[in-house]
Nanobody
């Protein structure tokens, strides 16, 4: 099992910044991909950014140039630096870790508890 603990959410004005952190523990040796998802009220949970050990970093178009995902392997922690925040970024942000096995034919996902990000003036 893998446990993910998130922190760093909060209330920020438009144009402001936040940094989310996600600390992973447990059986993390099998994790290939980590990322951040977000879910606004009444909407589905969508990927925001991800970092893969094989394919690198990807972002959803709406956050490109504003958000940066990074990983500190020594601390087993992934970060999401969010700059130039917009009201439409308001959502619960979830850390995700995934283990892909058998050439990607099998996948196990682990989720953090979620942290609220509210962008409002």
């Amino acid at each position: 099992q893998v446990q993910l603990v998130e922190s760093g959410g909060g209330l920020v004005q438009p144009g402001g910044s936040l940094r989310l952190s996600c600390a992973a523990s447990g059986d993390i040796s099998s994790i290939n991909v980590m990322g951040w998802y977000r879910q606004a009220p009444g909407k589905q949970r969508d990927v925001v950014a991800s970092i893969s050990s094989t394919t690198g970093i990807n972002y959803v178009d709406s956050v490109k140039g504003r958000f940066t995902i990074s990983k500190d392997d020594a601390k087993n922690t992934v970060y999401l630096q969010m700059n130039t925040l917009k009201p439409e970024d308001t959502a619960v942000y979830y850390c995700n870790a995934a283990s892909l096995r058998d050439l990607g034919t099998s996948r196990t996902d682990y989720w953090g508890q979620g942290t609220q990000v509210t962008v409002s003036s």
